[in-house]
């Protein structure tokens, strides 16, 4: 889980698939963090990511960086613990004057049934679950 965090940290965008209504919607995002022994997303409420992942958990994450690309297959899960969206809006101090973890609007997931593979041109693929 380290591994896939600081690949996603240190690329800064990734890219968010979801499906809705059999139809692939993709999104570049920014935030990941670790809390409480887990790997977590933000977003808020009122954008359509939100409701894509109530309606359908299921989700991929794909990311690029110096030659070597990451996807991430994994089920996402609301987290309502205050804890935890304070955790991610004090790793991403710039959210702050968006998001706040009482506004009703700020929602953290985290993802479970992991299967996150690394792959190059030059290496075979490297493959974790968590």
Known sequence: MQEVYEFLKSAGTYYLATCEDGQPRVRPFGTVNIYDGKLYIQTGKSKSVSRQLHANPKLEI???????????????????????????????????????????NTEVWYLRNVTATLSSFEEPPKVCKF
Request: glycine share 6%.
């Open 62 to 104: 794909c990311a690029m960086q110096g030659g070597r690309w990451l996807r991430v297959e994994a089920t996402a899960v609301e987290d309502v613990r205050r804890e935890a969206r304070v955790s991610m809006l004090e790793a991403y101090p710039e959210l702050q004057s968006l998001y706040s973890p009482d506004d009703g």
